[in-house]
């Protein structure tokens, strides 16, 4: 009869609903059973014996492990003295798998007792109780997300008082409620799409900090609030550029100028531009190039912005067309031999002195020594020759007192003859040099 009224119960339990199997949704899980106590060792007595019930509970910690407690009670009958079996113990489960079907592992540790009535002496009148060690297989049907049926046998080894190692089996029916809520919004971790961040139930457990309608994981300005078509962004300025997208967030402007306006029309946006009323260059900062030495060039063509110069020079001084006739008169008397770039001879000195003064009374502008060569030698040999002699007089005109930077060689070989090369005075007066303003 006690089987039957336990086997009833299991059934009814069947219909409740609501209820939860074991999992991180619902860790808690409260399950009751039908159990046979099947003795073992040399024992006559062997057999078969129901017991209701046998409760535990549990708690589901991660990763498949969970953690109870377990109690059951049962009559040992096929005796010749009745036993009234108890048990009271610990476990440790872990699921081996997931899905509808899941296979465990048990084990654990705990008191059992068969006590056979007779009445005893001392503090502790009842003997019968022994630690016991047990472990076993098991393995849960999952009826729906609601419901587990499960099934369990373990092997029960008890080491004192008489006890009697023994196989336990039960079956019955798991029902588990509770759930995780780790961030405590009131919605379970299961149902929260921001399990870590307390939110609100309407926006299945994630925060709204600024209570635009706009979840904070999806919202690209979580603390303002602002309009959905700019991500929960303001557009302050009203110019179509979500603010954290606007380098000038209160003032209009557009998407080339990344939402700041362009005063002057310069393509410089003013948040850049140092002279938002002028129009000017972007290498400028936006400001017109200004000229420092007012000689009509602009620092930024002119190669001498400190001092005066001409457009011609790019903005450079440089000596007079008249000086520089004049340079050239001295040149065209400094001749050299054939195959030479020595500076020799008196008249050849005394032309170096004169240009030497010249410059000093010019200091303005520089000077380029063109050296020339005759027709004699072939045309990589000349063009050698004819820069050696410009060196040559450059060297001689840096040994009267003229400034290095002042002057600059070039030669040119046999190009722009004075004379023709097929007589020996026009060779001669080929080797020259002659001067150019720089």
């Not at 457990?205 to 700019?230: M, Q």
């Not at 991500?231 to 000038?248: F, K, V, W």
């Not at 007012?294 to 457009?311: F, H, P, R």
């Amino acid at each position: 009869m006690k089987f039957f009224r336990g086997t009833l119960v299991l059934f009814l339990l069947l219909f409740l609903n609501q209820l939860i199997a074991q999992t991180q949704e619902n860790p808690w899980v409260f399950s009751v059973n039908a159990s046979i106590i099947n003795l073992q060792g040399d024992l006559n007595e062997k057999g078969i014996n129901f017991g209701l019930p046998a409760i535990s509970f549990s708690r589901h910690l991660g990763g498949g492990i969970s953690i109870g407690a377990q109690t059951s009670i049962a009559d040992v009958e096929n005796f010749s003295t009745p036993y009234s079996y108890r048990s009271l113990d610990g476990f440790a489960k872990i699921n081996l798998s997931q899905g509808k079907f899941i296979p465990s592992l048990i084990g654990g540790y705990g008191f059992s007792q068969f006590a056979d009535g007779l009445e005893r002496e001392g503090f502790f009148p009842s003997t019968e109780t022994s630690r016991t060690v047990f472990g076993g297989l098991g393995f849960s049907i999952y009826l729906s997300n609601k419901l587990a049926i499960n099934l369990q046998s373990t092997y029960r080894s008890m080491n004192e008082n008489d006890g009697f190692d023994h196989l336990q089996h039960n079956l019955g029916i798991s029902l588990g409620f509770g759930s995780n809520d780790s961030d405590k919004d009131g919605v379970s971790d299961k149902k929260d799409k921001c399990p870590t961040v307390p939110g609100l139930k309407k926006y299945e457990g994630c925060p709204d900090t600024d209570g635009d309608g706009i979840i904070d994981k999806d919202d690209k300005c979580p603390e303002v609030k602002g309009l959905e078509e700019f991500n929960g962004c303001l557009d302050s300025d009203n110019d179509g550029i979500p603010d954290p997208e606007d380098a000038c967030p209160n003032k209009k402007g557009n998407n080339e100028m990344s939402g700041c306006p362009d005063s002057d029309g310069d393509s410089v946006p003013d948040n850049i531009d140092k002279c938002i009323d002028k129009s000017g260059p972007k290498e400028n900062e936006g400001c017109p190039w200004p000229d420092t030495d007012g000689d009509g060039v602009n620092d930024n063509e002119d190669l001498c912005k400190d001092e005066k110069g001409t457009l011609e020079n790019n903005g450079c001084p440089e000596l007079s067309e008249e000086i520089v006739k004049t340079l050239n008169e001295f040149g065209s008397r400094i001749n050299f031999p054939a195959n030479s770039f020595q500076i020799i001879g008196r008249k050849t000195i005394e032309n170096l002195m004169n240009i030497k003064k010249l410059l000093d009374e010019n200091t303005d502008g520089n000077l380029i020594i063109e050296g020339y060569a005759s027709s004699d030698g072939d045309d990589q040999y000349n063009v050698q020759l004819s820069l050696k002699r410009a060196q040559a007089v450059k060297d001689y005109l840096i040994k009267l007192g003229v400034a290095a930077e002042r002057l600059e060689v070039k030669g040119y070989g046999e190009e722009n003859p004075l004379e023709d090369n097929e007589s020996s005075e026009g060779r001669a007066v080929n080797r020259r040099v002659q001067f150019k303003s720089n």
